[in-house]
């Protein structure tokens, strides 16, 4: 007797026709016609059954804060940064945690399960760690959440800025982060590089860092990033956000960049929607697109994870908690339209960001973690195409979200019809160029 079956369910590595059986919040059997007796059934009918999306990069203490004090007139980076220095010093725990956990509902709705997210620790009264930590403890049963502190105004730059990230450290924040582009010379920046990644040795902690977030082809603090994590020994734990300056560099350093990037075992998280939107704005035409060499990287063998960054926030007005979308994104603005591209751009929203978190039980194999969704698509590729409705999300076994299939009636002269979307999936090709 299992807790529960899917049927019928066709899965993102090609295989249809599947049943997955659950017992005790682990997946017990994923194979063809299991027959046995559970207490629920879901018949997935031939649609995606999906690990969860995760999202390895956000800010949920700026989440759902849009228009607080004002709003981004200009839509820039440097305007973004600005407007939360005004509205930091207003932000109190209750309405942080208000906030966050909205989001966290949200997430939950679109099947996002977990999530890595950069906590402003430049205020010295660390509200924002006060908050996310409470926001991490309830939120547990239904979603892993994971805190980086994150000097946003500066390591060197912002006086008490050292202090307060150790204190946030002390506090229970999980990773170490830091913005090495913003600090007040390359120089600086360097220096907060290597000190946040010995803090990181130091305390065996993983370190994400916002490096690059620069259209400046000579900001190239993940060079640095990349020899600190050698020399501490740090491979597998370090990441690398945004890396938007690469977009811009010459392609002889870059043939140079990659190779070391790799050496050091680093994981990329470009993020699409924000890169592309905030980037280029002091181009007139043409215009750079932003996001880094996605390809490229992803080719040389480099993890690569797309994250959402911003909802509704001071530096992005948009936003729905749907890493679809973000796939959807960056599969249009890095060109990566051939069928393995696409589906690689699943990959960076699922089991890719899932690494860079070195989330335990994760994917749909026996033994792991029963979390999964229902997905009103036929394939990966079909998923992101439709940004595909959710139909159930699962954790541990236990149903946290349901809803009907979306569909349309038509009423034609002559002819009704019910229109789904998702039935217009190619047959042909499926699974090849």
Avoid at 39 to 49: G, K, M, V, W
Avoid at 175 to 186: C, D, K, L, S, Y
Avoid at 350 to 368: C, E, F, H, K, P
Avoid at 393 to 412: D, K, N, Q, T
Wanted: charged share 20%; net charge negative; aromatic share 4%.
């Amino acid at each position: 007797m299992f807790d529960l079956i899917v049927t019928n369910a066709n899965l993102p590595d090609g295989r249809t026709g599947i049943d997955i059986a659950v017992r005790d919040g682990r997946i017990a059997a994923v194979e063809r016609g299991i027959g046995a007796e559970a207490a629920e059934t879901i018949d997935a009918s031939n649609r995606l059954i999906s690990p969860p999306f995760v999202d390895p990069h956000f800010h949920m203490d700026a989440t759902l804060s849009l228009g607080l004090p004002r709003m981004n007139q200009s839509g820039t980076l440097l305007e973004g940064i600005a407007l939360w220095g005004e509205l930091k010093p207003l932000l109190t725990r209750g309405a942080l945690v208000e906030r966050a956990l909205c989001y966290c509902d949200l997430a939950v709705a679109q099947g996002l399960l977990a999530i890595r997210s950069h906590v402003d620790v430049s205020d010295p009264r660390l509200v924002t760690v006060e908050a996310l930590l409470e926001v991490r403890d309830r939120v547990k049963p239904y979603l892993d959440l994971q805190l980086v502190a994150f000097p946003q105004d500066g390591y060197l730059r912002a006086p008490g800025a050292a202090d307060a990230l150790a204190r946030a450290l002390d506090m229970g924040v999980d990773i170490v982060g830091g913005i090495p582009h913003f600090e007040r010379t390359m120089t600086e920046g360097a220096a907060s590089v290597a000190a946040l990644c010995r803090i990181a040795a130091e305390r065996g902690l993983p370190v994400d860092m916002h490096c690059d977030e620069s259209d400046d082809p000579l900001s190239r603090h993940v060079e640095t990033l990349a020899a600190e994590t050698i020399r501490h020994g740090l491979q597998g734990r370090v990441a690398g956000s945004h890396l938007t300056s690469m977009h811009s560099m010459d392609n002889y350093y870059v043939s140079k960049l990659i190779p070391l990037i790799y050496e050091a075992g680093m994981h990329v998280i470009p993020n699409p929607l924000i890169n592309i939107t905030l980037q280029g704005r002091h181009d007139s035409y043409p215009r750079r697109r932003g996001m880094t060499r996605v390809p490229e990287l992803m080719a040389a063998g480099i993890n690569v994870a797309f994250g959402h960054d911003c909802v509704m926030d001071p530096w992005y007005a948009l936003g729905s908690g749907d890493m679809l979308e973000v796939a959807h994104m960056a599969i249009h603005v890095g060109q990566m339209t051939s069928r393995e591209a696409m589906r690689a751009c699943f990959d960076a929203v699922t089991v890719n960001s899932a690494r860079v978190m070195g989330l335990d039980g994760y994917g749909l194999a026996v033994g792991n973690h029963a979390d999964f969704l229902v997905l009103q698509a036929a394939d990966p590729i079909e998923a992101i195409r439709l940004k595909a409705h959710r139909l159930a999300v699962v954790r541990r076994g236990r149903i946290l979200a349901r809803s009907e299939p979306r569909v349309s009636r038509l009423f034609l002269d002559g002819r009704d019809a019910i229109v789904d979307a998702a039935a217009y999936a190619p047959q042909a090709g499926r699974d090849s160029d």
